[in-house]
């Protein structure tokens, strides 16, 4: 098996045991998530950063471009804050509050990837959020 398709396999895992996550933890109980180990969290956010370079070429030298790169530095600080508050500081340091974190972060970042893969559906309706139009009307 090569290197490239290791990686995809491991998208594959994190992406089917963070989905069944997604599907079977209530937004707001304590449940616990499967684990995501670094690696996976490593290879979710690859393939994050491969559809958002790839949506940032498409949309390149238009205000669709400055609409992407700032709803993606929002949704990073909005991650950040999100597990911040449902974690809790780290305090101790251990290994449990970075596994928590590491779960919390790949929950987001899947998200993050299907909303980035559904500008590729989108496209063929012509409503995407970056090539639609402008607020108040008018062309992109």
């Given at each position: 098996?090569?290197?490239?398709?290791?990686a995809?396999?491991?998208?594959?895992?994190?992406?089917?045991?963070?989905?069944?996550?997604?599907?079977?933890?209530?937004?707001?109980?304590?449940?616990?998530?499967?684990?995501?180990?670094?690696?996976?969290?490593?290879?979710?956010?690859?393939?994050?950063?491969?559809?958002?370079?790839?949506?940032?070429?498409?949309?390149?030298?238009?205000?669709?471009?400055?609409?992407?790169?700032?709803?993606?530095?929002?949704?990073?600080?909005?991650?950040?804050?999100?597990?911040m508050?449902?974690?809790?500081?780290?305090?101790?340091?251990?290994?449990?509050?970075?596994?928590?974190?590491?779960?919390?972060?790949?929950?987001?970042v899947?998200?993050?990837?299907?909303?980035?893969?559904?500008?590729?559906?989108?496209?063929?309706?012509?409503?995407?959020?970056?090539?639609?139009?402008?607020?108040?009307g008018?062309?992109?």
């Amino acid at each position: 098996m090569s290197g490239f398709d290791r990686a995809v396999a491991m998208v594959a895992a994190c992406v089917l045991g963070v989905s069944s996550a997604l599907a079977q933890t209530p937004a707001v109980s304590g449940a616990t998530v499967p684990l995501c180990d670094p690696a996976c969290l490593h290879a979710l956010n690859r393939q994050m950063s491969q559809l958002y370079r790839a949506e940032l070429a498409r949309t390149q030298g238009t205000i669709g471009e400055r609409r992407l790169v700032h709803a993606q530095n929002l949704w990073r600080r909005y991650t950040n804050a999100d597990c911040m508050f449902r974690l809790g500081p780290q305090r101790t340091g251990g290994p449990d509050w970075v596994t928590q974190e590491d779960r919390c972060l790949a929950v987001h970042v899947q998200r993050r990837i299907a909303a980035l893969q559904g500008f590729d559906d989108c496209r063929a309706h012509g409503n995407c959020p970056a090539i639609g139009p402008v607020w108040g009307g008018g062309a992109p």
